[in-house]
């Protein structure tokens, strides 16, 4: 054969199709996860669902969609993790806008909703206030995280 073509695969046994049928349907589609430190349990999510689609449609608007490319930050949010090499807790800056959803299983998220609020804001949310670190606002949220 010349290079690069491939033989075709012998076809599957029909037992062997059955078992392997049998081994995916074991498998659950439900992920768990913190959201700002409330328990989340998901069944049967969209594996293309984005975290930042997830977040909005539940109602924390704070993290934005801007570039969906993960170049402009707006949709930045806060993974943490332990490692489990180290068992040390580990946090990353995510972006939201990339990110599916199913890939926070296990893990804590955190959104600029859950660092502060106005009445009791995140010192990076006090000092973006009164220094008038905002322009229009909309990635301000993801600055801030």
């Known amino acids: ?8 695969a012998p076809a599957v046994a029909p037992e062997k199709i059955s078992n392997l049928l049998h081994l995916t349907q074991d498998y659950h589609d439900t992920i768990r996860f913190y959201l700002n430190g409330t328990k989340v349990v998901l069944d049967d999510i969209d594996p293309e669902l984005t975290l930042l689609e997830y977040l909005r449609g539940i109602g924390l608007t704070g993290t934005k969609l801007g570039c969906a490319e993960g170049g402009c930050g707006a949709c930045t949010v806060v993974v943490s993790h332990i490692n489990p090499t180290t068992g040390k807790l580990y946090h990353a800056s995510v972006n939201a806008c990339l990110a599916p959803v199913i890939s926070v299983d296990g893990k804590h998220v955190v959104t600029v909703e859950g660092i502060g609020n106005v009445k009791n804001p ?18 301000t949220p993801g600055i801030v995280m």
């Open 122 to 139: 995140h010192p990076a949310q006090q000092r973006m206030a009164v220094g008038n670190g905002s322009q229009c606002g909309f990635c």
């Open 1 to 8: 054969m010349a290079p690069g073509i491939v033989e075709p």
